[in-house]
């Protein structure tokens, strides 16, 4: 019986609180409590398996049963100490809160807590797993766990510790053991490796290491399976990648390779080499996904260690991975990961496992190279800079056809001098019967029309020629405006259908140029150019202006003035208006957007009001009844 194997992660279990490994703040402060003789009444351990949570129980048991205890370092020889390491305490009972989980369970420790220690100073209950007792069994453990005899202490192990009961956590002393380091688990394998004379090179300790996922215990049964595997060699990583089903490193590069390089046919090959080795759908996405995300960090972080500490990869593999992460930026690679992702959510549901794994590594390998992420990036970029200027971007791919609303041809918008201006009114007063005087300019173009236009895009070049043509101290030519030009900004301004931006720039522009090729606006605050350039405000004036003469392409320069410059254009503003008030009779167009000194603000906003009413609710006799209906329903009238 003596010559009966023993498996390595119980031959090596801690034995005292010095072989604990990396635990050392629980061994701290267990060590310090037997000290101070401050040993609480109940306990509870809490984490991942592997972690010593089990092992910290019998060694505290140890120290506070042994002859010479309550110690922190039992002799190992008493009785008491030869029970608990053979597993075989009389004082020491451990239970398994999975197959003990009733409440018959909970009232037969109840029943024989009376009763003394034999051996030892305390009766210890080691509990294992005891967020799988019932509810009933919580319950009827309560009152004794909060009030134990003097004798007994109650350790609780667990895995979940959410699972366990509020009013239990409160009762206990609760330490929660962390997952092990990579780097403690790799020293105390090379420990064991050596006693045990297993030859095993360090990167399979790494590897075994890695596997681990911080549990000890874990570790040590994969050395030991390993160390049986062939005693006539090394043991290297590719007998650890074997044993654990995991691709190799060399399989997973090429693979990737092909993907990169948008070889979709290769990369199925790859993939039937292998599948052919015996690993199944779901394991290849995994190690596909782990190796992605090994390429994301070495892109991500610049410095060599901090690679290897996370990639946990060694230097030769790291540099032959480096240039791959380079060719793909981390869009990319989070792209893959991702599609990976739901790939295999929808493996996990189909019969046909395979068929998926060939359809997922085809679309990455069309895709992947093919979308140019970092452009579509820069596109993105520059549309959004585009629009806050105010302009809306064009791409070159195809547009839909766009129909021009009809207008009627006028010859020349630009704005004349008084000696022209008689001389044009006196041809026109003698060639032209009274009744025709007052044409419409425009004819109003149809709702489907107008969408268009809104939609109509202009190319991100425009946009940079446009931001780059306002300076803040440009000298400013400002041209004289004819009472002609002052006519078109009224009837501009009138034709703005969004009365926020009819008011914006009715109040705070002062008209520059407009003719029938050239709008130009100037405004004395910084802040008002960037709000002009908003598409809420920009994009109703580019509206009026294709009503008004046809050209959905007119470029509108806004630019910023000094206050003397708006001072002087309110002078020549007022003079002509003057000029134009006592030569000839007042305009059929009325400007209902400048607010009158005599006027209140209450009068002023009702008459924008009443003006907005009478725009948005005319609709003309040319119109088609769709159209109409379209304009009726925007005008509220079909909304509740």
């Not at 192990?157 to 790799?186: M, N, Y």
């Not at 021009?404 to 918008?413: E, G, V």
């Amino acid at each position: 019986m003596s010559n009966r194997y023993i498996p390595l992660y119980r031959k090596y279990r801690p034995q005292t609180f010095n072989d604990l490994i990396g635990q050392e703040n629980i061994t701290q402060a267990l060590s310090n409590a037997i000290k101070l003789n401050k040993v609480a009444h109940a306990y509870l351990f809490c984490g991942p398996r592997g972690t010593g949570k089990t092992s910290s129980a019998r060694i505290l048991a140890k120290s506070l049963n042994c002859i010479n205890g309550p110690t922190t370092e039992p002799c190992g020889k008493c009785p008491s100490c030869i029970d608990i390491t053979n597993s075989t305490p009389v004082d020491v009972i451990e239970i398994d809160a999975a197959s003990n989980r009733s409440v018959e369970d909970a009232q037969n420790i109840l029943e024989k807590i009376q009763y003394v220690p034999i051996h030892g100073k305390y009766k210890i209950y080691i509990i294992d797993e005891v967020h799988m007792l019932s509810t009933t069994a919580f319950n009827a453990l309560l009152k004794t766990l909060e009030e134990p005899p003097e004798n007994v202490i109650f350790i609780l192990a667990t895995t979940e510790a959410h699972k366990v009961l509020e009013t239990i956590i409160s009762r206990c002393q609760r330490f929660d053991f962390k997952r092990i380091t990579i780097e403690d688990i790799i020293k105390r394998l090379e420990y064991i490796a050596k006693k045990e004379e297993i030859n095993i090179s360090k990167e399979a300790l790494s590897s075994i290491a890695k596997s681990a996922q911080g549990g000890m215990r874990d570790a040590l049964a994969l050395l030991d399976q390993l160390s049986i595997l062939d005693t006539q060699k090394q043991i290297d990583v590719e007998d650890v990648e074997n044993l654990l089903g995991k691709i190799s490193a060399n399989a997973l590069f090429e693979l990737t390779e092909k993907i990169i390089s948008n070889k979709p046919q290769d990369a199925v090959l790859e993939i039937n080499k292998i599948y052919s080795k015996g690993n199944e759908p779901l394991q290849i996405l995994s190690n596909l996904i782990e190796y992605f995300r090994n390429l994301l960090i070495i892109k991500t972080c610049n410095d060599k260690e901090s690679v290897l500490m996370l990639t946990q990869l060694n230097e030769d593999l790291l540099t032959k991975l480096t240039p791959q992460a380079q060719t793909l930026d981390t869009i990319a690679i989070n792209y893959v990961i991702d599609k990976l992702a739901v790939y295999m959510r929808e493996i996990k549901n189909t019969p046909d496992r395979y068929l998926w794994l060939e359809i997922c590594i085809i679309e990455l390998s069309n895709k992947l190279s093919n979308t140019g992420f970092s452009n579509l990036v820069e596109r993105i970029e520059v549309l959004e800079k585009a629009i806050n200027n105010g302009i809306q971007p064009q791409f070159n791919s195809a547009q839909r056809p766009s129909v021009k609303p009809a207008i009627s041809q006028a010859s020349d918008f630009s704005p004349l001098s008084s000696s022209e201006k008689d001389n044009t009114k006196k041809q026109s007063n003698n060639s032209e019967p009274q009744e025709n005087k007052q044409q419409t300019i425009t004819k109003k173009s149809d709702p489907e029309i107008i969408i268009k236009e809104e939609t109509h895009i202009i190319s991100p070049t425009d946009a940079v020629i446009a931001e780059e043509s306002i300076h803040p101290h440009q000298t400013i030519q400002l041209e004289q405006s004819s009472e002609n030009g002052l006519e078109l900004w009224e009837t501009l301004l009138s034709k703005v259908a969004s009365l926020p931006s009819r008011m914006f720039f009715a109040n705070l522009s002062y008209p520059l140029t407009i003719t029938k090729d050239k709008v130009a606006i100037g405004f004395t605050k910084e802040a008002f150019v960037k709000q002009s350039k908003e598409p809420g405000r920009i994009t109703p004036l580019k509206l009026a202006l294709t009503e008004l003469f046809g050209n959905s392409d007119m470029p509108i320069d806004i630019k910023l003035i000094s206050e003397q410059e708006a001072e002087t254009l309110k002078a020549e503003t007022k003079k002509k208006s003057n000029i134009s008030s006592t030569s000839k009779p007042q305009s059929t167009i009325k400007n209902n957007d400048i607010k009158n000194e005599n006027e209140s603000d209450i009068e002023y906003y009702e008459k924008q009001l009443n003006h907005k009413n009478e725009l948005e609710t005319k609709i003309p006799e040319h119109h088609s009844d769709q159209a109409k209906m379209i304009l009726e329903l925007f005008n509220g009238k079909y909304m509740d």
